[in-house]
C-alpha cells in the first residue's frame, strides 16, 4: 500500500526532496521524451518483467544516463501497468 501512495505522489508532482527516496526503494526516470521521477521497491529490480526494462535502458543508453540516474525508455503509461503487475495494484 505504501507503493500506491509513493507511486501517486510522484505522478502528482509532489515531492519532498529531489534525493529523499524511503529505505528499501530507489528513484528511476521513465518516459520517451518527457522524463518522469517515480520511486520503486527495490525488490523489483529481481523481477523478470523488471529486467527486462533494464535491459532496454542498457541498450539505449548503456552506462551514460543523460538524468544522471536509471533513466528507462518506455512511455509513463507502460511503466505503471508494469509496476501495477509488480505490485499488485
Known amino acids: ?3 500506491v501512495k509513493t507511486l501517486r505522489r510522484s505522478l502528482s508532482g509532489e515531492r519532498r526532496s529531489s534525493s529523499e527516496v524511503p529505505k528499501g526503494h530507489l528513484a528511476v526516470y521513465v518516459g520517451e521524451t518527457e522524463k ?3 520511486v520503486i521497491p527495490i525488490s523489483y529490480l529481481n523481477q ?3 529486467q527486462e526494462l533494464l535491459h532496454q535502458s542498457e541498450e539505449e ?4 544516463h543523460p538524468m544522471g540516474g536509471l533513466t528507462i525508455p518506455c512511455s509513463h503509461q507502460f511503466f505503471i501497468e508494469v509496476a ?3 505490485g499488485g495494484l
Do not use: E, I, T, V
Open 36 to 38: 518522469k521521477r517515480f
Open 1 to 3: 500500500m505504501a507503493f
Open 61 to 64: 543508453y548503456g552506462f551514460d
Open 48 to 50: 523478470p518483467l523488471f
Open 84 to 86: 501495477s503487475r509488480l
